[in-house]
């Protein structure tokens, strides 16, 4: 008798342990029909993590006081950077200082000199940033900045330079947009939109980086594709020879015909389309894309060239690329392209997404 009913506990205690894993399961089910997996992928400097950036910005809880004080350390990091990188292309071209004191600032500029959390810009390089940039010399250097995969958002930080040297001093939204870390290994960013939760996946995207983007491809509901249009005459920071162009059609290739997306929406963000507007007289894209017979100055036709280029990729003839314009450091715009990224998603998984 004691064995019986010892037996007949465990089993209760059996069944009532099944039906919370059934419970659970059916939960879990049910909260996957309201989760979207968007995937951000795309070569390196294409803007994939301002658009990550933007996202917590719209629809999650912004940015905290430590992650804006971290940021500044980046910016700072990125205004040496650069200067560093001018160097190397005036001495690779042979371009001199056009003020010969200028020289004075190379030692400091070249100094390994990294920011504390809690510290402010030093102020010994306020006067160095202001000589330089205004130095002629650097400014030609500046000009051929797309073979050196120079940083594209310096003027945002150089028009305005004395308020990052304030000692209070806390990066805006639209620094932190601006700002320019590389991405290493996956960040994820969850939020919320109407009745779907979104689960938002950044890898880096540089070449060293896509060996792990194959731990993010499985159960992907839509996959947003990074190009940095206005990379049409720029290099590869991690190769001086390779186009970002170029590299950008290569990955799209692979990308849009793999077997791990063919469930997935694909959208295409030409983005960075402000840059490009303002490039194209001074850079034609006959210069680096032969084939393009158009007004080299006609935004949308140019536009449109690339556009189609990345399109005729596409292998499966039932498959859709949607493809937007951006600018990813214009909130507005961003919201909007998002809203309308939104609906595609919500009318292309009707029958798997339970509104």
């Known amino acids: 008798m004691c064995f019986g009913s010892s037996s007949d506990e465990e089993q209760k205690r059996g069944l009532v342990r099944t039906k919370e894993i ?25 803007g994939k993590s301002t658009v990550l950036k933007q996202m917590k910005l719209i629809y999650a809880s912004g940015f905290s006081r430590a992650e804006r004080e971290d940021c500044r350390s980046t910016i700072f990091a990125n205004l040496v950077t650069a200067f560093r990188t001018i160097f190397k292309a005036m001495d690779e071209i ?27 810009f ?11 940039w205004i130095d002629h010399g650097v400014k030609q250097a500046i000009v051929k900045g797309n073979e050196y995969a120079l940083h594209d958002n310096l003027s945002y930080f150089f028009l305005d330079i004395d308020r990052l040297f304030v000692p209070t001093y806390l990066p805006t939204d639209q620094d932190l947009l601006r700002s320019r870390l590389r991405t290493t290994g996956i960040t994820e960013t969850i939020f919320n939109l109407n009745s779907l939760t979104y689960r938002m996946f950044d890898v880096g995207g540089q070449r060293s980086e896509r060996k792990k983007w194959i731990h993010c491809f499985e159960n992907v509901t839509c996959l947003l ?10 290099c590869l920071v991690e ?17 849009a015909n793999s077997q791990w997306f063919v469930k ?8 960075k389309i402000d840059l490009f507007k303002d490039k194209l007289a001074s850079s034609p894209i006959p210069r680096y894309f032969p ?17 189609q280029k ?17 600018n990813a450091t214009d909130t507005n715009l961003l919201k909007i392209t998002m809203n309308s990224v939104q609906d595609m998603i919500i009318q292309t998984n009707l029958h798997e997404l339970v509104l």
Do not use: C, W
Not at 225 to 234: N, P, T
Not at 312 to 319: I, Q, T
């Open 122 to 132: 030093p102020q010994e390089y306020l006067p160095a940033f202001k000589s330089l």
């Open 310 to 326: 990345f399109r005729s990729l596409n292998r499966n003839r039932e498959k859709e690329i949607y493809t937007h314009l951006t």
């Open 94 to 120: 042979d371009i001199p200082f056009e003020d010969p004191s200028n020289e004075q600032y190379v030692a400091l500029i070249n100094l390994e000199r990294e920011l504390g959390t809690k510290e402010s």
């Open 239 to 255: 190769d001086k020879d390779a186009n970002q162009m170029r590299e950008a059609l290569m990955l799209f290739e692979s990308i």
């Open 22 to 46: 059934d419970n659970l399961l059916r939960r879990e089910a049910k909260h996957k029909t309201h989760e979207v997996k968007l995937l951000l992928l795309g070569a390196g400097e294409s």
């Open 264 to 271: 997935s929406a694909i959208i295409l963000f030409l983005n």
């Open 291 to 307: 084939e393009y017979t158009d007004d080299p100055t006609d935004q949308k036709a140019a536009a449109q060239f690339f556009n």
């Open 225 to 234: 594709f990074l190009v940095a249009i206005s990379g049409y005459d720029q």
